[in-house]
């Protein structure tokens, strides 16, 4: 990954670090370049200087190696921004007080170089900030449910049961029909007059009156 | 128990008996053609024939007479003024007594750059008014691209920056969702579950809408003034665009949408419609009784409900809340598609969205009014595969009836009647048109606006000129949705393409070759089984046939400058832009410049390595408060983009570290550390 390439703030570093190959390490000592990090977050050179030397001066004086050093020293950085909330006696409002510390810390830590030996000196400055808008943070309220509503029926004749309901109906009535058609037809046949009666009656019985199963035509058509 | 006046009854009476009455004339003389004068031609083909034809023309019809129910309106009111702007129509309250309104910007990866100016344009014009207090703003995002969602955030910490410069009192609150469920509906309902609460009405905007802060604090007024309102729509006017398409549907929105808002808005009273966006939303019952329905079955006709807006207003009318169409109200705008190809795409969703409506046409419960919205809604894209049926089924009954006739002037049937009703649909389509010319004409201020005596009919000939030529396309990408549609293929819901890019004639063709040779082989077939309906068929042929150069030449924006600079196809936006678009064009180049600012570096590289902008992300995402959840491995993700960078990982696995704090700040540390 490529390293942040910032101008490397004026002022001195307090620590000597060991030289790496210029093409694969970044040669900043860790002042330097959390130097270089206040000032992209608005901190003008003094100040960040300040900055970075009052969190390097809380690190374990063993480590050398600069890449851990400036990492320590930003977590340590986090951490006091993260505190900043419960120092200032702000918790309720711990999300607000990041916003706002998000969008001005540049501006509120060049009014206040002591910031990070008292914190509690930005308070004065952030309450104003806290109050004014405009700001992103999204408002807490009290939740509420929006629930699906019912789709709503259908109307019986759009219904898949209406359908399946009148072929019920429709088909016993079809083949009695059919069978009274064909008994029809035989009857018209010379010498089958009789047959033909009887499948007609047997058909009106089963499907179109009484109402019996499709089975019941069929058998009397089988016993055609 | 609301009621509907009586003059809208009387509207709705007479465009019954109107709509029922010429297309009852017209299916009587239909039949004539088809069947015969002694009812020889009866067959399956010319029945189906004759439903088809009275199905589309009781479509045609309703929106003749909607139109001069809309003309009669505007004449009987004030024939010489100009009818909209009509803002402080009553007596404004003081802002800090005005009902607490938040205004929504739903994005889903759309360009920030828009979006921002389009946000900041508003809380401008609002500010003009002096009613800023009595709105917050509100951007919900559901976009899904990590980088557009950066940009967003590059955006907003510009916009609160320059607001707190300036010592604007707003309240622009950004809110983006982790998982966009139930897409636009889903972002609405979610914005009204978390903050609802706070506030008495909600306006929904859309990505490219602008609204005038006048028109807005009238509108709350209004609502206000009336407990029963539960959504007060104003026609989105569209605007901004300088293609060639573009201006065409721009002014034909000017020109003739007013005569149908008015004539829509008149019979439709209180059983208005949503258009989904430039509304304002009583918050408390839409929470109650809008909770969108899940429909049986699979996507697409199945599921989540994808328009929701007809259905919202459909629904919060069930519950007993008026839904009105503020006709006389101007400052609201959107911008449209800038080509042909855009506006299909646009269309795909809408169509797909439309056609699940059919079930609730016939849902229990719903008002009568809501199931003739929904059902026009189906039928907007239903008529396209419906009037081709009735081409294909005339050649059918030309080709079954064996009659191999070469005279043009004798395809089937009586010729006289035959003409006589080409005629009549023709006029019922243009009369509208020339409805709303004229209206143009009459009033020397509003012709002024549209280019003049003689630019405003010459625009109006163009348009009608370029809607014909292109009704044949529109016809197949309908009817190819909707097909696509009931055979269950689902549309996936892409941003829309908002800018104005030209489409080359590699585009074009790739685009439009199956219509070019569709075109083609339609003639060849007709000029050889129905030549006696070649000549009818010409005018739908030649669209088709054309398409690849009308394509080409619809977004040429150098085309519709043109027309411009000879005053063609003005709208009055272009005549005298309006101060709330003026203030949108300053905001663009403001947001350009911020875009412009960070263009050089990813924006996934900017976040990790751009100490402000990291703090800002994180502090957003804490002030979102909604939980992330991912099936990606964090450790492994950031590792991977610890070695190769956070622009080179997956979607996924980008979104996973842009959403967990102690990765990013990991990242952060390492990038500062390397």
Known sequence: MARPDAPVAEGKSSEAEPHADPQQVDPRSAIERVTVYFAQLGVNGETALRFANTLGARLDPDETDPARRTTMMLEAFDRWSDELPSVLGMKAQADRVAFVAAMHLGRLLNQHPEALEQPEALADALRPLLDERPHGVLPNLPRQEMHRQPLGELPAVLQGEFWSGTYRWVVPVGASTKRMLRGHKKALLPGDEVAAAEGAASGVTSGGVSGGPPVAVEGSAAGE | ?674
């Open chain 2, 1 to 674: 128990m609301l009621r509907t006046s009586s003059g809208a009854l009387f509207s709705r009476f007479s465009l019954l008996l109107a709509t029922v009455a010429s297309t009852y004339l017209a299916a009587y003389a239909f039949g004539h053609v088809v069947f015969g004068d002694d009812g020889k031609d009866v067959n399956p083909i010319t029945v189906l024939l004759w439903l088809l034809f009275t199905v589309l023309f009781l479509w045609v019809a309703q929106g003749f007479w909607t139109a001069t129910i809309g003309l009669l309106q505007m004449l009987r009111r004030s024939p010489n003024a100009v009818f909209k702007v009509k803002v402080e129509t009553s007596d404004w309250m003081p802002p800090e007594d005005l009902p607490r309104t938040a205004v929504l910007m739903p994005i889903y990866n759309e360009d920030s750059v828009r979006v921002f100016a389009g946000v900041e344009a508003i809380i401008r014009s609002i500010e003009a008014r002096g009613y800023t207090p009595a709105f917050d703003h509100y951007i919900l995002s559901d976009t899904t691209d990590p980088a557009v969602w950066l940009e967003e955030e590059t955006q907003l910490a510009a916009i609160l920056d320059q607001f707190a410069d300036e010592g604007l009192d707003v309240n622009i609150y950004y809110r983006r969702r982790h998982k966009n469920k139930a897409r636009k509906s889903g972002n609405i309902e979610d914005w009204c579950e978390r903050f609802g609460s706070a506030y008495t009405f909600m306006l929904t905007l859309d990505a490219d809408s602008v609204m005038d802060g006048g028109t807005i604090v009238e509108m709350v007024h209004r609502a206000a003034a009336q407990d029963d309102i539960g959504i007060l729509q104003v026609p989105p006017q569209p605007v901004n665009r300088n293609s060639f398409f573009a201006r065409c549907q721009q002014y034909a929105a000017s020109v003739y949408g007013e005569v149908f808002n008015v004539g829509f808005g008149h019979w439709t009273h209180l059983d208005g419609n949503y258009y989904g966006h430039n509304a304002l939303i009583r918050v408390q019952p839409f929470i109650d009784h809008c909770g969108l329905p899940l429909l049986p079955g699979k996507a697409p006709l199945g599921g989540e409900i994808l328009s929701h807006d007809f259905v919202e207003a459909a629904l919060i009318r069930k519950a007993g809340y008026k839904v009105t169409i503020a006709f006389d109200l101007d400052g609201s705008y959107e911008e449209c598609p800038t080509t042909l190809v855009d506006y299909a795409i646009r269309d795909q969703r809408w169509c797909q969205g439309n056609m699940q409506h059919i079930r609730l046409v016939f849902t229990r419960g719903y008002k009568w009014m809501s199931r003739i919205h929904l059902g026009m809604g189906v039928m907007s894209y239903l008529a396209s595969p419906l009037w081709l049926a009735f081409m294909l089924l005339g050649l059918m009954a030309v080709v079954v009836g064996g009659e191999v006739n070469y005279d043009p002037f004798a395809p089937f049937g009586p010729f006289l009647i035959g003409v006589t009703l080409f005629t009549v649909v023709m006029l019922m389509l243009l009369v509208p048109k020339f409805y709303a010319v004229c209206l143009v004409l009459q009033r020397p201020d509003v012709m002024r606006a549209h280019g003049g005596e003689l630019q405003a009919v010459l625009g109006a000939i163009i348009e009608v000129g370029i809607s014909i030529l292109i009704a044949p396309l529109m016809m197949v990408y309908h009817t190819t949705f909707v097909i696509n549609t009931l055979l269950g293929r689902s549309v996936k819901w892409n941003a829309q393409q908002r800018d104005e890019a030209a489409v080359g004639w590699d585009d074009a063709a790739r685009n439009h070759w199956k219509h070019t040779v569709g075109g083609l082989v339609a003639a060849g077939l007709i000029a050889w089984l129905a030549p006696s309906l070649f000549l009818w068929a010409l005018p739908v042929l030649i669209g088709l046939i054309v398409s690849i150069p009308v394509s080409v030449l619809l977004s040429s924006v150098s085309v519709g400058n043109w027309l411009r600079t000879k005053r063609l196809l003005m709208i009055p936006e272009e005549h005298d832009k309006p101060k709330v678009l003026r203030l949108h064009q300053t905001a663009l180049r403001r947001t350009q410049a911020v875009a412009d600012a960070v263009a050089d570096e990813h924006p996934m590289d900017r976040v990790v390595r751009d100490p402000a902008f990291n703090r800002f992300h994180l502090a957003t995402l804490a002030s979102n408060h909604e939980p992330f959840e991912s099936t990606v491995n964090v450790a492994a993700a950031l590792e991977q983009a610890q070695e190769a960078g956070l622009p080179n990982l997956e979607r996924a696995e980008q979104i996973a570290l842009l959403s967990n704090p102690h990765a990013l700040r990991r990242l952060h540390h390492t990038a500062w550390a390397q």
